[in-house]
Each structure stands twice: as C-alpha cells, then as structure tokens.
C-alpha cells in the first residue's frame, strides 16, 4: 500500500511539473488586435508581451499583442521591444514576460523634454552648423587665394576634383537637396554619395514610423531636411546581407530612375547593439505587393507598370563597357514585395542584397556569401531542381525573366472592368508557405503556370501582355524572352496603334 501511494503522489508531481513548463512555454497576452490570432481579447506566444502607445493625429492610441520568439531580433535586445530615442516624445513600447497578461498592467506614458534639455539639444545641433559655415568659409577663402595666386613658372595649379568641391563655396551643401547633393558629388559615375556624405546624412535623420517588416530587419520612414526617406535596419545577424546590398547600390553606373535609389549606407551604435542601416529614397505608395491589394489598375498602368519593370531589370542586366562602365547584374528575388510604386505609378525595383555580378575579365560570377535564397514561389524551374550552372552568368538573368512573368501576371489580374482578386502565384496549388518540395512538384513535374482567365482573350492589352508573360515562363531557360526584348515589346504594346488593334 505505501509502495502504490508513494507512486500516485510520484505521478502528481511529474503531472503538476509538467503543466508547470508548459505554463512557463505558453505566455497568455492582453490584445486588442482584431485578427484571428486574437479570440477573445488574449493571445498565446513563446516569447514576449507587447504593448506600445502613440500619438496619432493628436489623440493617444493604445496597442497590445503578442510578439513570438522567433520575431526577437536580436534576442538579447528586440528591435521590436525598443523606443527609438528620436521617437520618444511620441512612441513609447515596452515588453514583459513575467506573467499572463502582463502587458495590460505596463504604465506606458509619452514624456515630452523639459524646457532645459531642448535649449540644450538646440544649441548641440547649432553648433556643428556653425563650425561647418566657419570651415567652409576658410575653404573658400583659401580657394580664392589659391585661384589668384600667380603660378610660379615650371608649376601649375593642381586640377579641380571632386573632392575639392566638398569645401568650394559654390558646393550649396547647407540648401541643396539629396538630389542636388548626388548630382554634385558623384561626378555622373553614378556610384552613389562619398563615404563622408553619407555618413554625415544617416547621422542626421530622425526615424518616424515603421512602415515593413521582412526577415533582414525593419523599414522605417525616416525625416532628412525635410525630406522623407526610407530606412532599412538590418539586424546584427544580417550583416553579410546588409554590405552586400550597400556594395551593389554603389557599383558604377547602376543609378537609374527604375532602380530604387540608393543615399547612404551607414552602422550606428546605440549603446546596447549596433545598427545596420541602409538608406534609400521613399515612395510612399509602398511596395507593389501592397499597391496590387488595395487597388486597381487601367490598361495604361498596366503597361507603365510593366515596362518600368522591364526597364530596370533590362538596366541590370546591362553590361556597360569601359573606364566607367557597369557589370551586368541579375537580381534573384524579383518580386512584387521587392518593386516599389512611385508617385507617377511606374515602379522601381529594390532589395538588392542577393544580386549577383558578372566579371567580365574572368567570365565568372561574384555571388554573395550570404545563406539567404530567393522566394520559393517566385523560383525558375531550373532553380528548384538544381539544374542551372551557377558558374554561368545567363542562367541567372533567364531566371529573372522568369520571376518578372509571375510579376506581370500579378499586375495582370487587377487591371480591367472586372479584376480579379489579389493573389500570389500559385496560390491554387500551393499552401500560403510552400515548402521546395511543393513549388518543385508544381513547376518542375507538374509544369503547370498561373492560369490565365477567360477575359483576358477579349482585351487587346491583356491579351498582348499575357503573351509576353508566357514567354517568360517557358520550362526551357534558352527560350524565355530577355529583358531588352521584353521592354520593346511591352513598349508597342503601349502605343496607341497597337491598343487600337
């Protein structure tokens, strides 16, 4: 008898242990989310708690939810658990994993400066204006004088460079624009901002909100003199992606009015990690992904969508030949979250960190050392079951060719009288997240393609372009369009004549 009830409390123990460690695994969360992930007003997660308060439109909203672990970037100090010190007179977010429903009890209250400490604050940021007015005068002065000065026979003058124009009188740094800026000092090489420069700017902006998420970091919508800008944070772990990107950015030549433009790249220590930004210009309609949910498109921005697509990508795939010329360049993860939407409706395309370059020289291919891949949804048939030559240049720009297809059938769908809903490619085959196994069955074996509705065949437009994007997505590499060719086609497409037909 003692033996069977030593063993009933032995089991009582091991049961009220284990339901102990799964308490501890399993954090109920307060939220007023309204989501699916939210019954009730509670969430469950491994991770942390999340509350947040801001001031919108002058009035003070609240937010509560539950942030997963596996969110945590990085885990020692989250990203996501961090009031920006630039925003603490107007975000406050704290974090807690103490208890069920912790964060309903956090005191979130949004502190303005005291009197003292912006009197203070305004005379730290007049001051390096005035030691720079008073540099820039003595480098005006000196240019004078050196100008004047007669030259001594047997010596000249050294020449003009572009270094020089950083303290010349005539360089308006204090009121130019980031525009004026890279027009002045990149000496039409289109390499991007000296190093100075951009340093000197990313120390200067002021984060507003957060406008994306992705696995690298955040995006944040950032204030330069006025101007927005957009500025992606990387996480620490991210660094190879981050200098990857910002050493694509700045390759000769790459600027170009349907490639995302590039200001600065620069790391920043806070005091408890470093922050990796990248900094770029913003467009505040978003990226395509969000642009094509929300609306709906005419013919015309069909076709000005696509060709300014086609143009960017048939500019990376470029080679420019010469002293300053441009290597050929293939993106490997175009899609519509990577493609943004200016104000004018054309796009641009962005997120460069996996771009891979072509050495014309060695006729070899400088591929990134990140682990990071494409998007399965959006991978060529010859990336899924590992057919393509890697140590070639071409298969990776008939691989995009590929991807810009499935872009083009996206757009495709929200345009006309009668537009389909959103969605990704492949959606009626695949789960939300494909796993390889499921896009290679799909695309490899089943060689099956985003199907094209019946009312497409009635629109010359629609009809013209899904030609073109059925081009692109031919299971033979060798035979899908290239990217100059598809501009010039998209191009006619787009005139009158051939709309009337």
Same mark, same amino acid.
């Given at each position: 008898? *003692? ?17 102990k ?20 007003? @509670?969430?469950?997660? *491994? ?38 010190r630039?925003?603490n ?25 005291? =009197?003292?400490?912006?009197? #203070? ?64 000092? #990149? ?21 507003m ?43 000769? +030549?790459?600027?170009h009015?349907n490639i ?8 920043? *220590?806070?005091? #408890?990690? @470093?922050?990796?930004?990248l ?9 395509l992904?969000?642009?094509l949910?929300?609306?709906?498109i ?5 076709v000005? +969508?696509?060709?300014?697509v ?17 290597p ?11 493609i ?40 060529? =048939?010859e ?11 071409d ?14 059938w ?7 009288? +009668? ?18 196994e499921?896009?290679?069955r799909?695309v ?5 393609? =985003? ?5 497409w065949h009635?629109d ?8 073109? +994007? ?11 369009? #290239? ?19």
């Open positions: 008898m *003692d033996l069977l009830h030593g063993r009933r409390w032995f089991l009582i123990l091991i049961l009220a242990f284990s339901q460690i799964q308490k501890i695994n399993s954090l109920k969360c307060y939220c007023n989310v309204e989501s699916s992930s939210c019954p009730n007003s @509670t969430c469950e997660t *491994d991770g942390f708690c999340y509350a947040s308060t801001m001031i919108e439109h002058g009035i003070q909203k609240y937010t509560y939810h539950c942030i997963e672990l596996k969110a945590l970037i990085p885990i020692e100090h989250p990203f996501s658990c961090s009031t920006t630039t925003r007179e107007s975000v406050v977010i704290q974090c807690c994993n103490s208890h069920d429903l912790c964060n309903r009890e956090l005191h979130l209250e949004i502190q303005s400066k005291p =009197p003292a400490t912006e009197t #203070t604050a305004t005379a730290w940021q007049v001051i390096p204006w005035i030691m720079g007015l008073t540099v820039l005068g003595i480098c005006g002065a000196i240019s004078v004088w050196l100008i004047k000065r007669p030259a001594r026979k047997g010596h000249s003058l050294p020449p003009y460079t572009a270094e020089d124009s950083y303290c010349d009188p005539r360089h308006p740094m204090i009121k130019t624009t980031i525009r004026d800026m890279i027009e002045l000092t #990149t000496s039409g090489s289109g390499s991007g901002l000296p190093l100075l420069v951009q340093r000197s700017i990313a120390r200067q902006i002021q984060l909100d957060i406008i994306g998420k992705g696995r690298f970091g955040e995006v944040w919508r950032g204030r330069w003199r006025g101007e927005n800008v957009a500025v992606k944070i990387f996480s620490s772990r991210e660094e190879c992606s981050w200098f990857r990107e910002a050493e694509i950015y700045q390759t000769v +030549m790459l600027r009015e995302l433009g590039f200001i600065a790249a620069d790391n920043k *220590d806070n005091g #408890t990690w @470093t922050q990796l930004w900094i770029t210009d913003y467009h505040e309609n978003g990226s992904f969000d642009f949910t929300l609306r709906t005419d013919s015309n921005t069909l000005t +969508m696509a060709l300014s086609a143009t960017g990508l048939a500019h990376l795939h470029m080679d420019i030949v010469g002293t300053k010329g441009k050929a360049i293939a993106h490997r993860d175009l899609k519509s979250k990577n943004l939407v200016k104000s004018n409706l054309s796009c641009v395309i962005g997120d460069l960190g996996l771009a891979v370059r072509h050495n014309v020289a060695s006729d070899s291919v400088d591929v990134p050392s990140t682990n990071r891949v494409g998007t399965k949804r959006y991978m060529a =048939p990336v899924l079951d590992e057919s393509m030559d890697a140590r070639q240049f298969p990776y720009k008939r691989s995009d060719v590929y991807s810009f297809g499935l872009v083009v996206e757009m495709a769908r929200r345009c006309g009288s +009668m537009p389909e809903e959103y969605q990704p490619p492949y959606y009626d085959c695949v789960s939300p997240d494909p796993a390889l499921d896009m290679r799909v490899c074996i089943e060689k099956r393609r =985003p199907s094209v509705p019946n009312r009635s010359p437009v629609l009809c013209a372009i899904s030609k073109v +994007m059925k081009e692109c997505w031919y299971q033979n590499p060798a035979a899908r369009l #290239t990217a100059l060719r598809i501009k010039k086609t998209l191009a006619n497409i787009g005139t009158a004549d051939h709309i009337k037909l």
